[in-house]
């Protein structure tokens, strides 16, 4: 019988372990109950639909491919990845390829593009440790065979070359693991405390034998070359006595190590790890329990204590799968083959793996002013949030699912800007800025949850430090610069020779002005509306691109929309999109509609083209918007083709399914989106517009709110086109949804087919709202009443095209149009 099955064992463990580290008990917390069907039944498993494999392997697209994700365990939004590394260093410490395993680490960021955490691994070891982990590393990787390798939601399962068995499982905030060694060798397991991905200033590691415990810390940090620094504490208990222990610090291996004053074995340095062996005589297997703290010893073995008690490691993993289960039941599809509901739940899932919760079951946390703190009860601390990437599609998701966990990352986001002076990150890693990638993301972030309804947290204070950190111009000795350029960007009204940065800013400055609206501040939400419409200073008439600009106003020349000079991680011709939520500004720029549906036609020639070429790079998050920009240009059957072509595509249910870094859920909630026919196309607002669905049938429920019913009837890979919609139970021709049925739910019920048709969803009137702010009125030379489009915010040159200057015109087609923030609200209320 395995040893973790004797939960006597561990109940006395722990609790010793508890009371002697003046830790209060608790039982283990409950567990939601596996989803019921209708009937009240047991609904179906959908973890099995799951393949964490996905990502782990590059395919050669292009440079950014290869998902770097991670197989390891972990629980949804779980602070502990208990997963393995692979002998060539990844970002997600996984490379399906590679056939060694050098440990299996706490810690991981899944879909990174830069290595990151990795840390604290743990590697068993059939045989002895004479030679240093630090200096001969190699000794002690162990090959492993797929064939030998299970991963499931919380669960991972590996045979390695040595015969021994690794079984994984995780809570929130600790591990259980399982190691069974092979018969007669000598059974030891390794804690390389200082051997996180990126490299650890400092570690120390504690072996106590006579309560079977070794606990520590690491200090690491420095993702993507940032200063970016961080302790992770750990504290592991295992199940069977200690045979022996030892330690090592670069070269040196000090078998029975250096006694503390408590009879204990230390180690520290920067080179440095603990070890301990087993006697397997009586049983094979070893069973440990680890607890995670960014805090303290004492918080991690008090998490893992409270989230594990004297539970059995099958007992961990089952409970596990039931919150992976319940979380995949938010969105139930029906029909579609098991290749489609595969990579449609493994991409959920991983859309759920991050942001992480930071504090510890008792609430304290590390904030960013390196102090303590205390969040509110029945709520969390949040880290690790890639605003680049998330702020475009998953910030959505996540509020619609589940807007108490958004609130809380929003909440956690001003928690820590607040902390450090009300300073955004744009990349943050822990408790510490790391600075990655370009733009202002977070407003855009906490704009959007706010707008999907996730509104519990301090948006008025939130708002109030995001306008203090978009308006203030920091010095050189900054610890951390929010928005380099600022002060051009505020004088100029552009960063020089920097295209994106400059419309990152201005994407994130409606996000400022967007929340501002709803929360009454007309003052601040007019001031970054007008700021929002930067934009407009790279556009260059003469060539009718976006393009980067000098200093002294001039535009490059000769310009090639294929280079990537001014542009982050893409062109011109991939940029040219990047103004979200004012589409049909930009298109009457570009010369309108007969202009605009060429060029996506040219740029959609191929989808995932990569950086260097002037077509869609679907596989990097600054094409993601592109496909639905069809449907601000009257062409919605266009935005269903392509959507359904990267669908069909560019994923898949296998190790190579992933189209570029997913970037911690970022382009795995793309496709979340696309598979149910929506996309929140404008970060900051609701609306959703529309391709069509993949599956028959789709319901989204939301954590305590309305659900989303869809129905398309014959839907498959090969039937995108819409020829008719009816929202709840009212006929449609509009590509888009309002703000008001993701806030208030409904049934959607298209008719498919496998033809396109060109004239649903055409019509003037049917485009999505754009948002450009008020328009002050043009000088005239006569005392005409000022024009109704430019008094309601609309794109003048819209109404001019299809009414005649300055003739009078029916005055709601502007409405219609949709164009400014009254027409918005006029349609609100319909």
């Known amino acids: 019988m395995p040893v973790l099955t004797k939960s006597w064992r561990w109940g006395r463990l722990l609790l010793a372990i508890a009371v002697t580290a003046g830790i209060p008990t608790a039982a283990t917390p409950s567990v939601r109950a596996a989803t019921e069907d209708g009937a009240g039944g047991v609904a179906q498993d959908l973890t099995r639909y799951v393949n964490p494999f996905v990502g782990t392997q590059k395919t050669g697209r292009t440079g950014y491919d290869g998902g770097n994700t991670f197989p390891g365990a972990d629980a949804p939004f779980g602070m502990v990845q208990w997963s393995p590394d692979?002998?060539?260093?990844?970002?997600?410490?996984?490379?399906?390829?590679?056939?060694?395993?050098?440990?299996?680490?706490?810690?991981?960021?899944?879909?990174?593009?830069?290595t990151a955490a990795q840390d604290l691994p743990f590697m068993p070891h059939a045989g002895t440790v004479a030679a240093s982990p630090a200096t001969e590393p190699d000794t002690y990787l162990d090959g492993f065979s797929h064939d030998a390798e299970s991963a499931r939601p919380g669960y991972y399962s590996v045979t390695l070359a040595s015969g021994t068995k690794v079984e994984l499982t995780?809570?929130?905030?600790?591990?259980?693991?399982?190691?069974?060694?092979?018969?007669?060798?000598?059974?030891?397991?390794?804690?390389?405390?200082?051997?996180?991905?990126?490299?650890?200033?400092?570690a120390r590691a504690t072996v106590d034998?006579?309560?079977?415990?070794?606990?520590?810390h690491v200090t690491s940090g420095?993702?993507?070359?940032?200063?970016?620094?961080?302790?992770?504490?750990?504290?592991?208990?295992?199940?069977?006595?200690?045979?022996?222990?030892?330690?090592?610090?670069?070269?040196?291996?000090?078998?029975?190590?250096?006694?503390?004053?408590h009879g204990d074995v230390r180690v520290s340095g920067a080179r440095s790890g603990a070890?301990?062996?087993?006697?397997?005589?009586?049983?094979?297997?070893?069973?440990?329990?680890?607890?995670?703290?960014?805090v303290s010893v004492a918080g991690a073995a008090e998490n893992a204590a409270r989230e594990q008690g004297a539970a059995a490691f099958d007992t961990v993993a089952e409970r596990t799968r039931k919150q992976w289960n319940a979380r995949l039941h938010q969105i139930e599809v029906a029909g579609g083959t098991d290749i489609q509901r595969t990579t449609f739940y493994t991409a959920l899932y991983h859309s759920l793996l991050q942001p992480n919760v930071f504090d510890d079951v008792n609430g304290r946390y590390i904030g960013f002013d390196g102090r303590v703190h205390t969040v509110r009860e029945g709520h969390h601390q949040y880290a690790n949030f890639s605003g680049w990437d998330i702020y475009r599609c998953e910030a959505q998701l996540l509020a619609l699912l589940a807007p108490n966990v958004a609130s809380d990352i929003a909440q956690s986001m001003y928690n820590q800007a607040h902390q450090a002076g009300d300073v955004w990150d744009r990349w943050s890693v822990d408790n510490d800025f790391a600075g990655v990638m370009n733009g202002d993301p977070y407003h855009s972030i906490l704009a959007s949850m706010y707008a999907f309804g996730a509104t519990d947290f301090d948006a008025a204070a939130a708002l109030a430090s995001m306008v203090k950190g978009a308006t203030t111009i920091q010095g050189a000795g900054a610890r951390y610069v929010e928005r380099p350029g600022l002060a051009d960007y505020l004088s100029l009204g552009y960063v020089p020779d920097d295209a994106s940065?400059?419309?990152?800013?201005?994407?994130?400055?409606?996000?400022?002005?967007?929340?501002?609206?709803?929360?009454?501040?007309?003052?601040?939400?007019?001031?970054?509306?007008?700021?929002?419409?930067?934009?407009?200073?790279?556009?260059?008439?003469?060539?009718?691109?976006?393009?980067?600009?000098?200093r002294d106003g001039s535009f490059?020349?000769?310009?090639?929309?294929?280079?990537?000079?001014?542009?982050?991680?893409?062109?011109?011709?991939?940029?040219?999109?990047?103004?979200?939520?004012?589409?049909?500004?930009?298109?009457?720029?570009?010369?309108?509609?007969?202009?605009?549906?060429?060029?996506?036609?040219?740029?959609?020639?191929?989808?995932?083209?990569?950086?260097?070429?002037?077509?869609?790079?679907?596989?990097?998050?600054?094409?993601?918007?592109?496909?639905?920009?069809?449907?601000?240009?009257?062409?919605?059957?266009?935005?269903?083709?392509?959507?359904?072509?990267?669908?069909?595509?560019?994923?898949?249910?296998?190790?190579?399914?992933?189209?570029?870094?997913?970037?911690?859920?970022?382009?795995?909630?793309?496709?979340?989106?696309?598979?149910?026919?929506?996309?929140?196309?404008?970060?900051?607002?609701?609306?959703?517009?529309?391709?069509s669905p993949l599956f028959p049938a789709v319901t989204v429920h939301r954590d305590g709110g309305p659900s989303m019913r869809i129905s398309a009837p014959g839907a498959d890979a090969d039937t995108p086109y819409v020829h008719a919609l009816r929202v709840n139970g009212t006929a449609s021709s509009r590509a888009w949804l309002p703000e008001s049925f993701v806030r208030e739910g409904g049934t959607l019920d298209y008719t498919l087919g496998a033809t396109p048709d060109p004239a649903w969803g055409a019509a003037e009137g049917d485009a999505p709202p754009s948002f450009s702010g008020e328009q002050p009125p043009r000088p005239t030379a006569t005392s005409r009443p000022r024009h109704h489009c430019a008094r309601q915010g609309c794109h003048p040159g819209r109404c001019h095209r299809h009414h005649g200057r300055g003739r009078s015109h029916h005055p709601g087609r502007c409405h219609a149009r949709g164009h400014g923030q009254t027409a918005h609200r006029s349609r609100e209320a319909e």
């Open 556 to 691: 490059g020349s000769p310009f090639n929309p294929a280079d990537g000079k001014g542009y982050v991680e893409g062109n011109a011709a991939q940029y040219q999109w990047m103004v979200p939520y004012d589409l049909a500004g930009l298109f009457s720029a570009m010369g309108g509609n007969g202009k605009v549906v060429p060029r996506l036609d040219a740029f959609f020639t191929e989808l995932n083209a990569g950086p260097n070429a002037p077509h869609a790079f679907l596989g990097n998050e600054p094409s993601l918007n592109a496909p639905w920009a069809y449907v601000y240009a009257s062409a919605p059957y266009r935005t269903q083709n392509v959507v359904r072509r990267a669908v069909n595509t560019l994923w898949g249910p296998g190790p190579g399914g992933e189209v570029g870094n997913d970037d911690l859920g970022t382009l795995s909630s793309w496709y979340v989106w696309s598979a149910l026919g929506m996309y929140p196309q404008v970060p900051a607002r609701a609306e959703l517009v529309l391709a």
């Open 222 to 261: 420095g993702f993507c070359g940032s200063r970016n620094r961080y302790r992770a504490y750990f504290s592991a208990v295992f199940d069977q006595p200690f045979d022996s222990v030892g330690t090592w610090h670069d070269a040196l291996v000090s078998p029975g190590g250096d006694k503390g004053t």
């Open 209 to 216: 034998k006579a309560r079977r415990t070794i606990t520590g």
């Open 275 to 294: 070890y301990v062996t087993f006697d397997t005589s009586r049983s094979q297997t070893v069973g440990v329990k680890v607890g995670l703290s960014y």
């Open 170 to 202: 995780s809570t929130q905030r600790s591990g259980a693991g399982r190691f069974t060694y092979p018969a007669g060798s000598t059974a030891s397991l390794l804690v390389d405390v200082s051997r996180s991905v990126r490299g650890a200033s400092d």
């Open 501 to 550: 940065t400059t419309l990152e800013y201005t994407t994130a400055d409606f996000g400022i002005a967007a929340l501002a609206g709803r929360l009454g501040d007309t003052g601040t939400r007019t001031t970054f509306m007008q700021r929002a419409q930067k934009w407009r200073n790279l556009f260059n008439p003469a060539s009718s691109w976006i393009q980067p600009r000098s």
């Open 86 to 114: 692979t002998r060539s260093p990844q970002p997600g410490g996984y490379a399906y390829t590679d056939h060694e395993i050098r440990g299996f680490s706490l810690t991981h960021l899944s879909g990174a593009g830069c």
